[in-house]
């Protein structure tokens, strides 16, 4: 199971309801491998509380005193910045390096590594990066909380672990016929009603067609329709 | 700016930090329209710290007593879902939507509604919603924090505006107070023809929102279904 390859770094997190939030939002996208470097307040009941279902994963966390510790079996280190400051270590948006992280995964371990909440990954963190990501952000204000970072990235990579697109639950889809016999139906009503121009019917029934036809009525509506249709007509002979 | 036609309505939030920190999640990703219905608390300390360098999108945040006023003036009404519960609405995940979110957006108001955060939208809500979307999570937890929801979607959606040329033919959407006003004035006629069980008449009315949510009307096609209302309640009158 690649999920359990990669792993998510917090390097001296100052704030333990981040750590617990962190642990959470990796846990949606599933994960399970928190790492904390040097984390200020640890283990904390703010965490805890904030790591709702997670609290596993918070409990599990690996905690080390360094970086490098911490890196030590990592074949891949991907380090998310804000800024693009460093034009010696290859720089892509987390969309565009999902795919390859995710790839890498399948069979090697990938760190992800996060800066403390106030300063971001400093330069010496920095040179441990094979590469660094950023979340692409409006250009007004950037700043993204540090665990809202994590779950972006958390939720990017585990896009591409999801190869095809989700099959969409199916209703059962009225036939042409049945859809054919609807519209006469209508077509009838909405003469007697005078709502239709007897001579020239067409150009509203082609717009009311195109209108349930981007619908996609189901037997069930189709058969709900017909009987607001039934119940104007009976209404009428009494 | 399409950034700015689209809004972010939170129902009924009981945590005010959640508030705050999803005001900062919006304003990360370039958008400045929060939307709060019935917020339990309001403003107040825990969502200013929250919503850090975003404090002004917090005081700016329309409030309204129901979902229905904060709609009103909206085109498109994207609710949130942790699960395809209703198969009557469209619902894809965000990955799959947000170009077409962003597209309406160009031209027409697009709300994105996101529930408490225990329950998540009620039936109530989901039936003033054109689609649904959902977050792809894993399969052991998939309970997202409300705010990280509204990052996750905000990212997702502010991607989309990265490379697209907009040229898009766009369709002028009815506006939530046309629909709604639709809605009713089906309601009396329905109950008029004897169709609707006037002790009961709810659940019938939301099959019938679902389908025509679904086929996103347009103000000419809202004009043409009223027409069709009116010449049956004349048609009586005679």
Do not use: W
Request: charged share 25%.
């Amino acid at each position: 199971m690649s999920h359990d390859n990669i792993e998510f770094i917090l390097v001296d997190p100052s704030h333990p309801g981040n750590v617990g939030a962190a642990a959470r939002a990796i846990g949606t996208m599933g994960f399970r491998n928190l790492s904390l470097v040097n984390p200020d307040k640890h283990p904390h009941p703010e965490s805890r509380a904030r790591s709702a279902g997670a609290l596993d994963i918070l409990l599990n966390a690996k905690v080390s005193e360094t970086l490098d510790e911490a890196i030590a079996d990592s074949s891949l280190v991907i380090g998310t910045t804000a800024r693009q400051r460093r034009i010696s270590v290859p720089i892509d948006s987390i969309h565009e390096s999902a795919e390859s992280i995710f790839k890498t995964s399948l069979k090697q371990k990938v760190s992800i590594i996060f800066g403390p909440e106030t300063s971001g990954l400093s330069n010496d963190d920095i040179d441990r990066c094979n590469r660094l990501v950023y979340i692409p952000t409006g250009e007004m204000y950037s700043s993204l909380n540090l665990a809202m970072a994590v779950q972006v990235i958390a939720y990017q990579i585990n896009l591409a672990f999801f190869g095809i697109e989700e099959d969409q639950p199916t209703r059962d889809l009225a036939s042409g016929k049945e859809m054919e016999l609807f519209y006469e139906h209508l077509e009838k009503v909405l003469l007697e009603t005078g709502f239709l121009n007897p001579k020239n019917p067409k150009q509203l029934m082609r717009r009311l067609k195109a209108l349930f036809n981007r619908a996609q009525l189901d037997d069930n509506e189709v058969n709900i329709m017909r009987g607001i249709l039934t119940s104007y007509q009976k209404r009428r002979v009494k």
